[in-house]
Nanobody, 124 residues
């Protein structure tokens, strides 16, 4: 059973950077599609980035495109979300997710496995 652990969040000033980690145990992450989501209290979980294992492609929503980048280190069984030029509006709890049986998705439903999330606060 795949388990995911998120880390790397914190407090950062506008314009700063963070790298979030998604460490996998129990199974190899390279068999799964990966999604990154964020959630603000009172709002639905928002998909912001996704990686298609079968296509080798990534997708980013407009609000993060050009600032956020998905990567992975298969040897460490860990996926990453590099976040640059952070904005106040990026403040949220961030989650990674993994799933199979679809090509790529930024909706939560196809993903079977979730990290516990890590808080990112952008503030001056």
């Amino acid at each position: 059973q795949l388990q995911l652990v998120n880390s790397g969040g914190g407090l950062v000033q506008p314009g700063g950077s963070l790298r979030l980690s998604c460490a996998a145990t129990g199974s190899s992450l390279d068999a799964y599609n990966i999604g990154w989501f964020r959630q603000v209290p009172g709002n639905e979980r928002e998909g912001i980035a996704a990686f298609s294992r079968s296509e080798g492609t990534t997708y980013y929503v407009t609000s993060v495109d050009g600032r956020f980048t998905i990567s992975e280190d298969i040897a460490k069984n860990t996926a990453y979300l590099q976040m640059n030029n952070l904005k106040l509006s990026d403040t949220a709890r961030y989650f990674c997710a993994a799933g199979k049986g679809f090509t790529i998705a930024t909706m939560p439903q196809p993903y079977d496995f979730w990290g516990q999330g890590t808080q990112v606060t952008v503030s001056s």
